[in-house]
């Protein structure tokens, strides 16, 4: 036999028919009878004092059936970093100041979307407009109006992180650069708009549909900010069209739609709009980057400085943790033996930003690998040979704060260095660029502080062999539901289709932290892993006592068949033992458990993936237009569980990581966003792509199921940086401010043309 | 501190707020996208052969979407005494042969009701009408047509029961009565018809919401009947308007929705309406008894021989239980030495008859009730002395066939002598006639074959000390989530309002046979407690360890206290305990688990309740004009867990039991019923009802959850038997024929008249 039936196999995702024929239900879809439509009015100001509100001639309004605003809730401010009550700001309807523009400050239910819509005009607020600040750099200066009441300077929250003794190393150093980086904004633009749909029920019970990565996250958050216990809030997940980090915190849809079905006691849904969906929901952290980067002759880097200002926009949202994350991975992939990170954000009056995929590291690669390149080629060495001779390695200890096993770093360099070999010399204009990263499997750090363990999983087996899988992991598109059935049914020995999964349904599945940091499969899947073993063992003691066999020897399960794993061939089948189990259990069905929570892998993340990208450009030196030719990865993700997905993931991360080094932006004019529309915000197409290839390097993590670890987000970190590198290969100028849009190129070249003169 | 704090209070139900308000949805209304609208074409013949269906006009039908026959199926018949093959006789959509007016023989799926309701008529079967029979003292003569392929004299089944010596014991008898008794038929009249939703996905597999009494049945019947796995399908029982014993089975808009959704790929929905219900779906069986009783002279019983004939109709549905109840009720509640009874189902081409609230004891109760009058009168002994010298006492085994632990017959007896004696010297015409019975608290037979324990639940409880109830039992309106939820909340120690509960959703609920034969209490009940008593124990441990007590104290749980049983001042909060115990089991929720399956408890039932029940009647002695004055009951449920529950079901039980003894009949003119609707079907309404007045008796049933037994259908025995006895006394007439209508009354004082002159 082989040694996985189910693991590394190619097969169609769990929910791929119901999604490719129209027929899955995402909460957009969702009608309940009596069911009314909510709209949000929203601060047309960057920042004023609310001065006051009048609904009267909104509520006068026929099909209108209730408004509400701050008034109406308990006055709490939420926020996701549970554990600092201070770090939480966000009122969602403000009462006194707004604080961007699209800011919520009142909402109306009613018949319909167009009666919701012109009852939001007859709402009147008297705004006193306040002087704003935009610039986080502006922000943090003595002149700056103040944002929030007791925060000075705006500085919303530092962090530091240092080991070693840099001060010292520099003096070792026999070659230094300090450079400085933009790092732009970025938006999600997922498929489906933030919305949810929410019903109250006569008892005081909420239920809240709603397209989320966390929906145990907002069932707490919801309670918390409706003065409700958790325990009454279920909220139920249905597919999601798509998250990259923009849905996991409580959001203007969710609770909006509560609290007028709280008021009204009818289901309220509320869908933005993709304006709404640019202009009020969160997005990528704009960054500053200061960096310090000392080596000796030979190419090992001895020390490592970094100062980061962020753009925090008006509320904490998840910046506290992407400034906390761009500080570890500004040290990503190598091995810094001094290193000292600072990093401040700073609110401004605009939109929060907040957590997208990468989640601070495509900003410190893009500049960690734009600058170790500047050192190569400063210090005469070939880009891929100094990475190599800094690269981290298996069972590297980030001093003080991660423990990283598995690491394939080495393999992807070798592969990569073949590929650009094979590549041969370029035609002119051309370049290759190269860059390195590595990537988390879930978070360590609990901000939520959540007493639950990260990932639970039940498995529960029925007469006819199949198998209920209760998670509470959420299938957003990313593929979880099909990689944790395939987890389940390779860890119990059956068929991936005897497997049906039940996910993010609070009410039904055992709590999960969610789909960020790329958490689910190495987290969900051991808690997976763990419950079908639980069940496994279970049938075997009964398949044991059956055969009659030596107690000495080993057994187990695989497609269906119960055996002695040394003698295959002697076994019985599993639908006949399970049969069996339930009537020695005396009718029970068997059930299995399982959690994971991580434990002794420092306080990052219990696994590391990592991967090296050679992007190819072919730059027009007259007009600065450039176009991707190719992009090429090697990528280690452990034993891969479901390949097809990784492949998926790996074009996706291309077009968004894409999209971000090259044309992506969100340009503002006094914090007002000018491009809300998918005219207008430029996403790279099916037409822009380039080539992609993925070089799969073979890696076991042991603390993963199966050897498995991260595999799409840690894709979204070294585009940005390949790109810088390769229009340098092929154009000469280093562009260090993103997008490198070919506007920036241009002007570039035409400076180098002057300076050349 | 009180026994109980949950137990025995008056509370409201948990569906309650959103029962009066109309928010608690039933598949009724429930709508999907895409949705489509079901109808079936039913027979118009009794009994014919099916020589062609042509659907072609209908398919061409604009709007029609699918149809169905017979030739759709994979040609199984089912039945829900699946041990027992030969059994397992109905097609659903006929193929060869209807028996029935109102059997299925096609099926549309169109856009909307009137869509389909014209495709009907454009559905061209021929038939090919045969001789058909409806009387089963008919139908199993010689002569009579066979209905179902070799089923000898069209007896579908036939049951024995005997203990002592019958034959013998007549020698001993001082005085014996043989006299025959004709009970009919009755409808359930739920409020919500039977319906169904099904939608199959494109995976193969199927969901169907429907108003069932048995999620679990109708999940595994389906599977069965559409050649799938039965963990293919999912069955949920939203609210349920009704079932009283008429939705346990597979049925026809159950199986036509499904049938059509698997052929369409498109949820499909079925209502049958009013005239459906009452003419193609089951109904209570109408039964020909033929009595010999014998006693001493001073009232001792000593045999009891039944001869038992039931109209079976076209189907064996769960006639065969009706017709083993019947003949253990019987016998019941008293003590015959000697006993014996033979039954025989005869096939008719009339609806089926199967269950119905009482499930054959209603039938056997009027019966024995008039029976024992009559030797009492005949013997010069008062009708509740003879009841009490033969009636059944605590610990008596019934012998082969049960074990009856917990009794109040006699304290009822005491308590109906009292209220009879308060009533005093009644007026002219006016009589009270008297009815004791017992009845099961779930049926230990296991016809159905399930493999799995006969109730189970899980108790999950949250951070917040908030329960998660996980149970298959059936909320049809008779109060079942309140019950358990009350059961849970005490067994762990909280509030009632703590408890969240999720019933009847073979997807997330563990499995139980459903709200029939009074099982959910006792069963379900047991399977709840134990569930909640493990969790507790899980924070018991936590506690203790805490405390730091001496381990030879007990602890429990209170409100929300946990404590020493014997010092219950010390203790600690259970709110705290919960988040201590799941930090301490590393995150993952407290988790209990429970299920019950009877042991030990012979053949019939767990537990049996008891009762006597007083119907005071005034009769017009020139019309036979009479009225129901005053019910009164003296009734022992063992604990009573919910007391507004039971006061709910014993007016239910009045009027429908009343009806029964009353009015309620559904005559027929070959094989057709004429009295299709509510119009014309006679129910007891709000202003006929009487007095009812209920005496509680307090037993204690070692057996049940906190000593709690049946206490719904138990009571819909004694009231046909109690009016009968009652007119007798009034008018001195016995009817031996239900219902006791005003017209069978005239007529039997006519004939009196006669005789007497």
Known sequence: MSKYSVIG?????????????????YTFDMVLPNMLYGKILRSPHPHAKILSIDTSKAEKLIGVKAVVTGKDTIGKKQ????????????????????????DAVAAVAAIDEDTAEEALDLIEVDYEPLPAVFNPMEAITEEAPQIHEG?????????????????????????????????????????????????????????????????????????????????????INPYTGGGFGSKFELDSAQFCAALLSQKIRRPVKIVLNREEEFTATKRRTPMYYFVKLGAKKDGTMLAKEVRVITEGGAYTAMGATALYLTGFF???????????????????????????????APQSTFVGESMIDNLAEDLGIDPIEIRRKNGMTPNYVVPGQAWIQSCGLHECLDAIEKHVKERGKLPPNRGIGVSAYGFMSGGIFNWFDTPYAFSSAIVRINIDGKVD?????????????????????EALGVKLDDIRIHSADTGICPPDLGAWGSRETLMNGNAVKRAAEDAKNQLIEFAAAKMGINIVYDMDIKDGWIHLVDRPERGVSYYDIVKDAIRGKDGEAIIGRGHYTPHRKGMISPAYSFGVQAAEVEVDPETGRYKLVNVTTAHESGTVINPVGIEGQLEGAIMMAGGYGFCEDQPMDEGKILNPSIADYKLIRALDMPETEILEIDTYEPEGPFGAKEAGEGLTNPTAGAIGNAVYKAAGVRIRHLPITPEKVFRALEAKKKQEK
């Open 79 to 102: 926020g996701i970093w549970r554990r600092f009550p201070e770090l939480c700001d966000e009122e969602i309807l403000c009462r006194e100041k707004v604080r961007y523009i699209g």
């Open 9 to 25: 196999t190619r097969v169609h995702r769990v929910d791929g028919v119901e999604k490719v024929t129209g027929t899955a239900k």
């Open 469 to 489: 899988l209760f998670t509470g992991a959420n299938e957003i598109g990313q593929g979880s539901n099909t990689t944790l059935s395939m987890i389940c049914a």
């Open 151 to 235: 925060v000075e300077l705006n500085i919303n929250i530092n962090r530091h992180l240092e080991w070693g003794n840099v001060d010292d190393a520099w003096k070792d150093c026999d070659h230094i650069i300090e450079e400085q980086y933009v790092c732009s904004s970025q938006a999600h633009v997922c498929m489906e708009t933030h919305d949810a749909l929410a019903s109250f029920d006569h008892n005081g019970k909420l239920t809240i549909w709603t397209s989320t990565q966390a929906a145990y996250y907002i069932q707490v958050l919801a309670a918390d900010m409706l003065g409700i216990r958790e325990g009454d809030v279920r909220c």
């Open 330 to 360: 500004s040290s990503f992939p190598y091995k810094y033996p001094n290193y000292r990170y600072d990093g401040y954000r700073a609110y401004t009056n605009t939109a929060p930003t907040s957590a997208m995929r990468g989640f601070g």
